[in-house]
């Protein structure tokens, strides 16, 4: 499902991944895509990766930390691409703005851990190949060349982000020369998110689950939440996710219109028992 409000962000992205593909990966234009939480980046980008029959691998900038450190490094993260067989991959790096500072003058205030990070996604795309953590605990160098990458982010929710502002954020001058192209994408309208809810394929699981709650129902009242906290929703398309767990799990409520808080309201005792082949009974 394409969006309106991305139609021609949507249409540029889209011929950056026919290239890629035509050219076998010869061609590689890795860029940075900015916009608010929310606004459907890498909803748009798993699309495009399907609509192209493209292997997809979606990476979580700020979980990853500096190689040599506890926790997930890229050589971890990357671990997939050793799977991928030289297909096409794309490689897309949420929450990548989450590696800088806000205000930062070229990354020299910016965190050791979070800097190295960088400095190693620079290695990987100035190089043919990567190391990654590959079985037994050991590392392997494994092929890059016919990976494309897409580093996406917030940036605090700035509009018409260009290179001397990601400069500003603390993105390497080496990065930005290999990582040169810059797209924004636009908040998402309420009748977007409407759309999006329509053809949710979580919802469509939970009435296959719950086949006595009709459709219409779940869809009008979540219609009328989105319009009724709109102008204050920071979190975007993930907030129709959020809602339809919210109705199934909760029986039909999704609290008021001032806040979505995702907790139960009923008690569980410690000695009560769940039959896990009843379903409960939501109000209709």
Not at 199 to 226: A, C, G, Q
Request: proline fraction near 3%; aromatic fraction near 10%.
């Amino acid at each position: 499902m394409k969006l309106k409000e991305q139609a021609q962000l949507t249409a540029d992205l889209s011929k950056i991944l026919k290239i890629f593909k035509c050219s076998g990966g010869a061609i590689r234009p890795h860029f940075m895509l900015t916009g608010p939480s929310g606004s459907g980046k890498s909803y748009l980008i798993n699309m495009l990766a399907d609509e192209h029959k493209l292997d997809y691998l979606e990476i979580n900038a700020a979980q990853l930390t500096k190689e040599g450190t506890s926790g997930n490094s890229l050589s971890k993260a990357l671990s997939p691409l050793t799977n991928s067989q030289q297909s096409l991959v794309i490689c897309f790096v949420d929450e990548f703005d989450k590696l800088f500072i806000s205000g930062n003058s070229n990354s020299s205030l910016a965190h050791e851990t979070t800097n190295g990070v960088q400095n190693e996604f620079l290695k990987v795309l100035e190089s043919d190949t990567a190391a990654v953590f590959a079985d037994y605990g050991k590392y392997a160098n494994i092929s890059v060349k016919t990976v494309l990458f897409i580093f996406a982010g917030a940036f605090n929710g700035e509009k018409d982000i260009n290179l001397d502002r990601l400069r500003e954020f603390g993105v390497k001058t080496e990065f930005l020369g290999r990582v040169g192209l810059v797209f924004n994408a636009k908040p998402l309208s309420l009748n977007s998110l409407y759309e999006i809810l329509e053809n949710s394929e979580i919802l469509s699981t939970y009435l296959r689950l719950f086949p006595d709650v009709m459709k219409e129902k779940v869809v009008r009242l979540i219609r009328e939440f989105l319009a009724a906290t709109y102008d204050n929703n920071t979190i975007g398309i993930r907030l129709i996710n959020t809602l339809i767990h919210q109705y199934f799990i909760k029986g039909g409520e999704l609290g008021s219109p001032k806040s979505c808080p995702m907790a139960f309201q009923t008690a569980l005792k410690l000695n009560s028992e769940v039959n896990e082949n009843s379903v409960p009974a939501w109000k209709s």
